[in-house]
T-cell receptor, first 114, second 111 residues
Framework: NAGVTQTPKFRVLKTGQSMTLLCAQD?????MYWYRQDPGMGLRLIHYSVGEGTTAKGEVPDGYNVSRLKKQNFLLGLESAAPSQTSVYFC?????????????FGDGTRLSIL | DAKTTQPNSMESNEEEPVHLPCNHSTISGTDYIHWYRQLPSQGPEYVIH???SNVNNRMASLAIAEDRKSSTLILHRATLRDAAVYYC????????????FGEGTQLTVNP
């Protein structure tokens, strides 16, 4: 059981380049999330999705776009990477929005913008 | 969002119990108390959650104060693998149902 899988695991970009981070889950979860974690800090929500074809903004959405074309996949895009986007990106999924439902996380994508 | 307060760091010895405290004095009646931990270079891992009653699972126990303004995560016998940052989070049943992470407690386990 793979759970939540993120690709790539590491990436180095130059300022202004674009890229897409892929998150895949095999648990048939409705909800998916993208977080970023900066050194010494907790995770902050970028965007989330409550089901296939839906997306919504989180706490820090500027500079990112997302798509949820298939239920099992949630893509995070950087159109024009900036050094401030250097971070570790985590994807998570959950069954639904209920308060008693945990979120399941991937192992992260470590992204450096030069 | 209701906030939680945790000590920045705690230290324990291997095979001893560990009690990790969390204060959440502004908790609302429908907030669930969740605990996650994050091992080095890994994503957060769900540990346990509760609403009003104490909870036990294979990983840990959660003790919730009667007024729900504080809780304690209990690791019954700490191992070196338990060294991690532990996050206490209040989870609401909202449209996004996001998790709001604070800085957590860095647990060091001494051999």
């Amino acid at each position: 059981n793979a759970g939540v899988t993120q690709t790539p695991k590491f990436r180095v970009l130059k300022t202004g380049q674009s890229m897409t981070l892929l998150c895949a889950q095999d648990m048939n979860h409705e909800y998916m999330y993208w977080y970023r974690q900066d050194p010494g800090m907790g995770l902050r929500l970028i965007h989330y999705s409550v089901g296939e074809g839906t997306t919504a903004k989180g706490e820090v959405p500027d500079g990112y776009n997302v798509s949820r074309l298939k239920k099992q996949n949630f893509l995070l895009g950087l159109e024009s990477a900036a050094p401030s986007q250097t971070s570790v990106y985590f994807c998570a999924s959950s069954v639904d929005r209920a308060g008693n439902q945990p979120q399941h996380f991937g192992d992260g994508t470590r992204l450096s913008i030069l | 969002d209701a906030k939680t307060t945790q000590p920045n760091s705690m230290e324990s010895n291997e095979e001893e119990p560990v009690h990790l405290p969390c204060n959440h004095s502004t908790i609302s009646g429908t907030d669930y108390i969740h605990w996650y931990r994050q091992l080095p270079s890994q994503g957060p891992e769900y540990v346990i959650h509760g609403l009003t009653s104490n909870v036990n699972n294979r990983m840990a126990s959660l003790a919730i104060a009667e007024d729900r303004k504080s809780s304690t995560l209990i690791l019954h016998r700490a191992t070196l693998r338990d060294a991690a940052v532990y996050y206490c989070i209040l989870k609401k049943e909202t449209s996004g149902s996001r998790l709001t992470f604070g800085e957590g407690t860095q647990l060091t386990v001494n051999p």
